[in-house]
Structure formats: structure tokens, C-alpha cells
């Protein structure tokens, strides 16, 4: 449908040219035609085309006047005109050619030029007929009636509530200016305002949320907050509800970079923090490792977390002998099914998708390195975890062995030993002539030499040999700590298993290089520049075609292993 379009205010007058299927006038910026006035409506009329004419139509709760009457759907014809408020109409033939008429609007100023509108004469007779004025009060009585009196009624009562529910009369749920979030509205807190609003017309306080929320973890930078002078924030401070859309968190990287735009100082300037403005290599600092750190105490180890950059490389202590190289490689280890072994052999994800089951002798490792010490006690395993009862299993087992007339007789006959066990010394366990008890301790101390020292535990452990102290104590296995979370953040692996590569080692190779790892002590985690090639802050995303991160994408506020929020609520000043 092609139109020409004529729009004049009276002192300015533009034409121009219209085609589409539907010609659109209102208030909506959205307008093919844009009006303005108390009477237009967003979206007020619709004008189509209808055989060698025009068609309007107007949306529910609108209409026109067309002959000094009110429509809302009518065939138009040249020569026709209509008004919307203070603005006409009209249907004129056009000279264009192919245009179906000409559409003139002419935008009044003053309502008074319109041939029918309302002037002072008949208004001054309209109102000596009838007085609107007790009509207003009556209608404002009511409506303070409905809107207040009512529901502070059920505010105070909650017999009388549940009358007012019962007949259709308002209560204090008029008041909400927006949907709960979905873990509020539930019953019980839905329908209850008196749940949070413990007074009307007053805020929620703190006390009210921790009377479900108290086994909560606390924010884990409460403290911080207060000492880089900012004062002690109130759960709804983060926290809004009935709000649209309903979020219970705060999303924008406003909330955190108003502060953290510049380098915060704290605990007497003992500790900084450097400014974040985004996430980019640019606006975000270099990523911190939490390293597991022992420190000796008289009686034992407490192991905590340091911090170290990214860009430090610092190894990691823990004890363990692992190369993942190797492990990995396909070459020298297969699975039983002759197959390289996976990433998820040993690393299973826990239920939450963040972090991963702990890695255990039984759970993780047996299948493969069986502790298994005597070719003729097939399947006979060492004990795992404490040195001193394997010395015991050793000198228990030997002492049999060479007790028992038959046992040590078979043993004698046969002298083989298990290919993976290093030829010991000149003393050989199985050919002993000596008295049973001396033979056993002498095969004993030979096993546990072997296992400590040579293969067995040494395989995978750190061990320090006492000559000094007795055969129980001699050997001490250093404890192994494995840190499971190297960044005190969020981080879901189960979304991260995405990628052109076809097996699921490769989509973890792909930030962890693990299969070019030859010691366990090198730190397998990805620092900022390996994030930023993917994500990116949300004002540049989309022009790079790159995931949009916002800060509470990672950094969260309620942190496991902080106290209770009810317990560090008690230590609190404000309410």
C-alpha cells in the first residue's frame, strides 16, 4: 500500500512518500506517524488498505470521532476525515501515481480549533446540569477505603484477612509493587507480608531475613568492607525484592567497580587490592593461586592457604609423586581395556559440577598400583596410610611364613620373586637357613626396605629414613595435601566442556596441559590471558563474539566454611 503522507503543524508542513501494509498513528516512538496529547493513545489507530480505499481500525479502550462520533472501525473514502484528540485527519486523492490517497495530519495546538471541540460556553452548561465534585470525593473515600483502611485492616488481623480473601476485598498484598522471586513465593511467605514486614510501611531488617536464613554462610569480605571505610551494608542493600524482573542478586559490574575502580588498602595498609574497572586483560588483575602451605606447630601441621600470582609460577608442595605425562601418554599406561587412559579415570566432578572428588588410594589408584608384596601370596595387599602397621604386616606375615614347616619348605623350593620387586641383597628372604624368627625379621626389614625405598610406596610418596630410630619408626611417609580449590571463586566445569575437540581429555587439555606435566608439582590452572580469549566483559561481548562476564559470574559473597550468617549477625552493630 503506497501513501503520501502530509503532516502539518500549521506553521510547518513535511510530505513524503509511505509504503508498507499498515499505516500506524500514536503516541509509541514505535509510530509510522507520531502524535502527542492527553487523548492519544501508544498504539491509537490503525489505517490499511480495503479495495480502492482505506480501512481503520482501532486497538481495545481507543476509538476516533468520525462524523462527530466515536468509532472504532470504519471503511474510509476520499473526502473523509477523523480526528484523534486535538488532530485531524483527512483522506485526500493523491497525483502520485500508484499512491492510494493522499493522508493529511494536522497537529493542533490548541484544542479550541478543532470544529468540535469542548468550549468554554458548553462547558459552563455542562456543569450548571451536573456537578462532578461529589462524585470526586466519593470516588476518593472510596479508593482510600480500598487501597488503605482495607488492607491495614488484614495487616493487624489475620482472621479478618482471610474474610477479605474470602469475599474479594483487598488486603495488604495491593501494596506489592512487583512479583516475589521464586525462592520467596512459596507458601507460608507468598501470602504472608507480615513474614519480612515485621511493622508497615517500614523496611525489611536484617532480623527478619536471618529468621530462615541463619544457617547461611556469612560474606566472606564483611570485615574488608569495613575497613577500607565503607560502612556495614544491610541484607537488602544487595538484595531487592519484588522487583521486575524478579532477581533476588544484583548482576550489573557497576555494583562492584563504583569501589573497586581504584586500589583499595586495608588491615593498616598491610594488604592492597588493585582496581577492576571489567573483565579483560586490560581491567581485571592477574589471577591469584591459593597454594596449600604447611606450617609446623609443636604438636602437628596446619596447612593454609597463600596466595601466589599466576605469573609466578610457583610449584606446588604436596607431597605426591605424579607424572601426568606419562599417565596420559597411552604408550607405557593403558586402562584394562588396552585403551589411554582419561582425565576422568582419576578426576570425577562432585555433584555441584565445581570441584572434584578427592583423589584416594581406594577410590582412585588401587585398581592399578595393587600393593601387593609376595608372588606366592597372590593378592595379598600392604596396608595403606600408616608405615608403622606395614612393618607390623610384614614381620606377622614373614613370621608365619618360616614358623609353618610347610610354608617354609615350599618356600624354599621355590625361590621366585615378583618381577616388579629389585633384587634385594645377599641375603635371600626365600633360601634363609637361619632360625624362623631371625629369618623373619631379616625378610621383613628386606620387604620394607624394598617397599620404602626402591618401589611400592616410594613409587608415589615423599619418604625420610631415620637409621636412628627403631625398625616402626624408621620411616616416615610425608603427608599429601591436594589443594581442590585454587581460586577462591566460582567455576562450573560441567558448562566448560564445550569445544571442537572430540574426546573429553582433549576439552580439558585445552586449559590444563597436563599431557606436557612431567612432575606433580607443576600448577596445572589457567591464568587471566586463557579466560580472556573467550570471555570478556558484557559492554564489549557481543562485538567480539564472546561470552559476557559479569563480576557475581565468579565472585561470590556467601562462601562456604564462613561462620553461620546468624552467628556473625550477633557480632554486628546495626540492625
Known sequence: MKLVLEVSTGEETTVREWDGKVLRLGRSPESDVQLFGPGVAEHHVRLLED??????????????????EPVRKAKLEIGNSFYIDSHKIMIRPSDEQGAVANVRVLQYDDVTKIPTAATSENIAVRSAKSSKRKWSYGLLALGLLLSLAFPLMSTFDAE??????EYGLPTDTIWSSGDLASAHNIPGIANECKVCHQSPFVSVRDSDCLTCHQELPAHGNNDIHKQVGESQRQCLSCHKEHNEPSTLVHTDNAFCT????????????KKTLPPVLGFSAAEHPEFKL????????ADTIDWQNIAHSTTAKTPEMSNLKFPHDLHLGGDKVQRSDGQAMECSDCHSLDKNGEHFEPITMDTTCRSCHALEFDIQAKGRELHHGEPELVLQQLTEYFALQYTDPALRAEREQDGRRMPSIASLSAMDRDTCKEDAIDCARQAALLEAETQFERTGCAVCHVIIKDESKPLHQRWHVEPIQLQDNWYNTRFDHTVHMVGDQKTET???LTCHQADNSAQSS??????????????TDARVAATKKQVSSSCIDCHSFHIPGKPKMLDAYLGRIHD
Open 51 to 68: 479495495g480502492d480505499g482505506l480501512r481503520l481500525e482501532c486497538p481495545m479502550n481507543t476509538s476516533v470521532r468520525l462524523n462527530d
Open 160 to 165: 479478618t484477612k482471610l474474610v477479605f480473601e
Open 258 to 269: 563504583d569501589c573497586h575502580a581504584d586500589t583499595l588498602n586495608w588491615d593498616d595498609n
Open 290 to 297: 591459593q597454594y596449600l602451605t604447611p606450617h609446623s606447630t
Open 506 to 508: 582433549g576439552m580439558c
Open 522 to 535: 607443576d600448577v596445572l590452572i589457567p591464568d587471566l590471558g586463557k579466560c580472556v580469549t573467550c570471555h
